[in-house]
């Protein structure tokens, strides 16, 4: 790829001669020899090569490459990148994997996190997420949110952060916090960190990893407190059969009615996984507007079961894609999991139940929704300079020119070769601007090394 360069934001981007450009928009357009011009960060024109403008300030050939918008993550945990496929935990289910997990969690300090959090930026980007939403739920000893909120900041990536809240439960004494503690650090995180504007880089949420991990009082001032304001809120449920028994034995009710009844089935809140929701669970979250972050491969690991994500769609609930944490998946590959979630409903429902382009807008247009943010997720006028490409002369494609999109879902192709941000170039030819790959990878040996080791 020629001509590429890292520009100030404020200046003009022209990509033109892709092969093709993906838009992802309403339409699900697919322009050959696409092209597309952005100021400031925002696109302000998308069309064939030949009707948009020949200069700008920063120019992409993009020949021979296929340019897509860039992917949004909206459900994961950065801190798990220190400790993948821990022995003791690789054969069991989520109860037994989190309980394997919470000792060596619950010595994570901050020098730790920041290093898994600009390892684990790095590993998405490279994947092509230009928008990371990390759900927080691990704060022992002097470990914050603005460890990964700053890291995000010195990578270019868009970031939403999601603050754990964990006063109950079984996980050690370091990993759970008091009711105060949790609103006025909540408080200090959206005042000093997030910007409701759109093509913000940087917001804030409430995100406890499970409702039944705090107090009733507390759930439902926690989602009050944010709705005014004005933050989203997120956790799991719906991720195992056994979380049924759980909350039936605790509160006499199903998962999905405990969280409707504390206020956390709504428009301005997300789930994650929902495998376990019967149908009458799934047309409430379409009523109410509530979103799911699919997480298959995560899902496929802890043995956790095959979300029916055609029958969400069809119900009309908003779905978006998740890698989940690296320590329940391996991995924090965004087009891996549109791979995997592609197969996955194929496998459930027939070859063409699902296609390249559905998986696709779960990774883009879908999770852009879930997190409010109708400015990410498609190429369009008006929307975020954040473009991911692909060489389409790769390996992994060989054979493949006459349906370059499904190639690129179906092909396990692995890492972008031009991520863009906000309009400016932040990952090119396996490089990040400012981030020593090399450096980082030692150091983060060093720290899972330490991370995983029995002592304390």
């Known amino acids: 790829m020629t001509g590429v360069g890292a520009k100030p934001a404020a200046e003009t981007l022209l990509i033109r001669h892709a092969a093709p450009l993906v838009t992802m928009d309403e339409g699900r357009r697919v322009i050959r020899d696409g092209a597309l011009f952005a100021r400031g960060g925002v696109i302000e024109l998308v069309g064939s090569t030949r009707e948009l403008p020949a200069v700008a300030d920063v120019v992409v050939d993009a020949s021979n490459h296929a340019v897509l918008p860039g992917m949004v993550n909206v459900h994961g945990h950065l801190f798990q990148s220190l400790v ?22 619950a010595r994570l300090d ?17 994947s092509g997420c230009t928008t990371v939403f990390d759900h927080h739920t691990a704060l022992p000893g002097d470990v914050t949110l603005d460890i990964s909120i700053e890291a995000a900041a010195a990578l270019g990536i868009r970031f939403v952060a999601g603050r754990g809240a964990r ?20 408080e200090r995180l959206i005042d ?5 504007r759109p093509h913000a880089m940087s917001q804030v949420c409430i995100a406890p990893p499970q409702l039944g991990t705090i107090e009733r009082e507390l759930a439902i001032e926690l989602i009050e407190f944010a709705r005014a304001k004005g933050v989203r809120g997120h956790t799991h449920l719906g991720e195992t059969a056994d979380e049924i028994g759980t909350y039936m034995a605790r509160f006499g009710m199903r998962p999905y009615q405990y969280a409707e009844d504390v206020g956390w089935i709504a428009q301005d809140t997300w789930l994650a996984h929902g495998v376990h929701l019967d149908a009458g669970e799934i047309a409430g979250l379409a009523r109410a507007g509530c979103g799911i972050a699919h997480c298959p491969s995560s899902n496929l690991w802890l043995g956790s079961g095959t979300a029916p994500v055609v029958e969400w769609l069809r119900a009309g609930v908003l779905v978006g894609l998740g890698v989940d944490g690296p320590a329940s998946n391996g991995a924090a590959d965004m ?19 699902f296609s390249a382009l559905d998986a696709l807008e779960l990774a883009t247009r879908g999770g852009a929704r879930l997190l409010g943010r109708r400015e990410l997720g498609a190429l369009a006028p008006g929307g975020a300079a954040d473009v991911i490409a692909f060489d389409l002369a790769r390996l992994e494609l060989a054979g493949a020119p006459a349906d370059p999109v499904t190639a690129l879902v179906a092909c396990a192709v692995r890492g972008v070769d031009l991520a863009i941000v906000a309009g400016r170039v932040r990952w090119r030819d396996g490089a990040i601007n400012g981030f020593d790959l090399e450096r980082e990878a030692a150091l983060h040996r060093a720290l899972s090394a330490r991370a995983a080791s029995p002592s304390t």
């Open 335 to 353: 087009l891996g999991e549109v791979r995997m979630a592609m197969l996955l409903q194929r496998g459930r429902r027939g070859p063409s139940a």
């Open 167 to 186: 006063t109950l439960g079984s996980a050690p004494a370091a990993l759970r916090e008091t009711r105060d503690h949790i609103l006025a650090d909540f």
């Open 192 to 196: 000093r960190h997030h910007d409701p």
């Open 110 to 126: 901050a020098a730790a996190m920041r290093t898994a959090a600009r390892f684990g930026l790095a590993e998405l980007l490279r």
């Open 84 to 105: 993948r496929v821990l022995p003791q935990a690789t054969g069991t289910e989520l109860g037994g994997w989190l309980q394997a997990h919470y000792p060596l969690w």
